[in-house]
């Protein structure tokens, strides 16, 4: 079998700068809606773009989150998922587009998409390094403090300039 590696380096750097990016998220979830919006918009968005090229070019490489994952998820990933890679991937690959054009939608679109990436971020949390743990969770906690902006019955998200993208005050 193929080893999908990257560098060390690398992944260190990645590890720590995601969940550097986490905290952010967290930090700016209440104060700069939009800004944290657009985030997990382009998370979500090159997420499901990574996982739709891999799981078509190179499938075997999830084999790899098999390493670092905990042993539940070891056994289904060395086991029933090995022959379901690509439909399962793709799967993911579309909710995660679904939750990341929830980030434009309004009022409960994007309560419901929050949940989503809540659940989601938690659900791979297990896989952890290759997940970059605890960045999921860390990502889960800033989707929550995300919903919790949502006014049922405001006006919703409709900036249209960059002037309306970097207001603090922010909130739909």
Partial sequence: METFEISSSFSWAAYLISNAFAVTLIG???K?????????LLVFAAAAAANTYIAIDAPWAYQDYADTAIPAYKKFILGAFEPIITPMVLTIAFCQLLIASSML???????????AGIVFCISIAPLGLYAAFPATLLL?????????????????????????FTKTNSHV
């Fill in 28 to 30: 700016t979830s209440k």
């Fill in 32 to 40: 700069h809606v939009r800004f944290t919006r657009h985030m997990f």
């Fill in 105 to 115: 939608g309004k009022r409960q679109l994007l309560r419901t998409g929050c949940w």
């Fill in 140 to 164: 889960a906690v800033a989707l929550f403090r995300l919903q919790q902006t949502v006014k049922i019955g405001e006006k919703a998200f409709t900036q249209t300039s960059f002037k309306d």
